[in-house]
């Protein structure tokens, strides 16, 4: 492909992420385009509704809710999808570099499904496919790991990857709020979507945990193969509890590979205050990765919202032009086995709201099978133990005995 001067692009999509973009590449917001030689411009924007009005001033024969008109633009040499959904943002990039134009992405959805496909449609057609925004907003992670991977083995990578359930989290340990109050502020400030499942259950953080680890390990890992656990059965009781104790609840993705297996987890991990992590806070995310020659590396930032995703959208666009169209190569083609959750252990924070003595004595008998007391206490009608360093498997098994009893029970390994 050739390179020309006036770069064209066809945006897909105008909501959150591509209204950031138009105005950065089309408004020349930032210092880039407002001082470079080289001009990049959006000639064609796909949208579902081209009557719909819009925070930006956009003229109006640039929205088009057809993608043929830009798939089939000889002149666009770059489409920007920031879409959302699987379908049919999916087939829309995969048609693109069909045809010779390079692809950039935010979607962790159709990355995290679909990596290994798409790196080779990209590669068979000579165009590249980038997609630091799909993880960490703002946070520059993916440029970087690919980076970091030229020289170093990354065996472990680690962090706080959902704003959504961060700023639950901080607000429940900081302000004393709980858990529904805290979602439906969220919801209110446009932090959390109105349905909140792929935040609060881990389907979002699994995504991404899953797009880090596939790049890190070599080998493409669905989201599906990820153990998930969300944090809707925290309460204020466990949190008043993780003050006391020294430590603060987190959300935590953590992958690890030892010789060919992946143990990989998306759970609810309580901290100690003097960790890193632990001090993260708000809508902020950080990823810890761990290479053999550089040691731990964090990155730290705005995991979410226009400006901050709309930066690394772009950021990729000035990789294209300044690299001439070169390719990130990833490399996906190992054998690895899934390990599950067996390679992480710890000790184990648990609580179990019993009603009556016999629910006292039942949850009394599921841990003694276990014997793995370390402290108990009860309060009110609530039973809380720590226990000895375990197995995540055990001890998951522990808590499903409890749960299947119908008893309402939180849990937390502690890191
Ligand atoms: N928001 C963030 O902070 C953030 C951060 C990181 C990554 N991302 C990712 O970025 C992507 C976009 O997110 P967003 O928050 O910007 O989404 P959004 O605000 O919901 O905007 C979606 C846009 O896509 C258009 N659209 C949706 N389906 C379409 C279809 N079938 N045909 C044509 N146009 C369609 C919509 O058109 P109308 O305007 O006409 O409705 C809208 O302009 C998602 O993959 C998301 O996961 C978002």
């Known amino acids: 492909m050739k390179w020309v001067k006036d770069l064209k692009i066809g945006l897909l999509g105008l909501g959150t992420v591509g209204t950031g973009v138009y105005e950065i590449i089309n408004h020349q917001k930032g210092n880039y385009f407002a001082s470079s030689k080289e001009r990049a411009i959006i000639t064609k924007v796909l ?39 699987m379908e049919p943002e999916y087939s829309y ?53 690919n980076q970091t991977l030229r020289i170093n083995e990354i065996n472990e990578i680690k962090g706080i990857l959902n704003g959504t359930t961060n700023f639950i989290l901080s607000k429940m340990t900081y302000e004393g709020w709980d858990f529904d109050f805290t979602l439906k502020t969220a919801q209110k400030l446009g932090f959390a979507e109105a349905d ?19 790049m890190a390990f070599g080998a493409h890992i669905n989201d599906d193969m990820i153990y998930k656990r969300g944090i809707r059965d925290v309460t204020r009781f466990d949190i008043d509890m993780f003050k006391n104790l020294g430590y603060v609840l987190k959300y935590l993705a953590h992958s690890k590979l030892e010789n060919d297996t992946y143990y990989m987890t998306v759970e609810p991990i309580l901290l100690t205050t003097k960790d890193l992590m632990s001090n993260v806070n708000e809508e902020f995310n950080i990823i810890s990765i761990n290479g053999n020659i550089i040691g731990e590396l964090n990155f730290y930032g705005k995991g979410a919202g226009k400006d901050a995703t709309a930066n690394s959208v772009v950021g990729d666009l000035l990789y294209i032009i300044n690299s001439e169209f070169k390719k990130i190569e990833i490399q996906l083609d190992k054998n690895l086995k899934n390990g599950g959750i067996s390679g992480f252990k710890g000790n184990y924070y648990l609580r179990a709201d019993v009603k009556d003595h016999d629910e006292f004595s039942l949850v009394l008998d599921i841990i003694d099978e276990y014997s793995i007391k370390k402290k108990m206490e009860f309060s009110g009608k609530k039973l809380y133990i720590i226990t000895e360093e375990m197995n995540a498997e055990t001890f998951n098994e522990l808590a499903g005995k409890i749960k299947s009893a119908n008893i309402n029970n939180f849990y937390a390994r502690i890191h």
């Open 196 to 214: 909140p499942t792929a935040d609060v259950d881990g389907f979002d953080v699994s995504r991404k945990l899953s797009i880090l680890s596939s």
């Open 93 to 145: 990039m995969l048609a693109a570099m069909e045809k010779g134009k390079h692809v950039i992405t935010a979607n962790k959805a159709v990355v995290s499904e679909h990596m290994d496909i798409l790196l080779k449609t990209a590669q068979s057609n000579n165009v590249s496919f980038l997609f630091e925004a799909s993880v960490g907003g703002g946070v520059p992670i993916i440029n970087s790991l």
């Open 47 to 85: 949208v579902n509704d081209i009557n719909k009005s819009r925070s930006i001033n956009i003229p109006p024969d640039l929205l088009t809710n057809d993608f043929n008109e830009i798939l089939n633009d000889e002149d666009i040499q770059v489409v920007i999808a920031v879409m959302g959904g």
